[in-house]
């Protein structure tokens, strides 16, 4: 005869770990909905990320140059 295994849902420990899983599993679905429905797009980005890039070098390196004290 073959012997029936029994179920793994009957111990205690693999029901509070699964319990517990789909919690948190639930609560981070939750967040993404909440906080990351939508990517953000910045005012003039994709201008602004050309004048970056292709923009004039020497007026942006002035800007950041240090004065000597």
Known sequence: MK???PSIWRIALVREI???LL???ALLFAIKAIWFD????PEDGLNRVANHLLG???SESQRTEETPR
């Open 18 to 20: 699964a319990a517990i």
């Open 23 to 25: 919690i948190k599993l």
């Open 3 to 5: 012997a029936i295994q």
């Open 38 to 41: 939508a990517p953000t797009v």
């Open 56 to 58: 004039n070098a020497s």
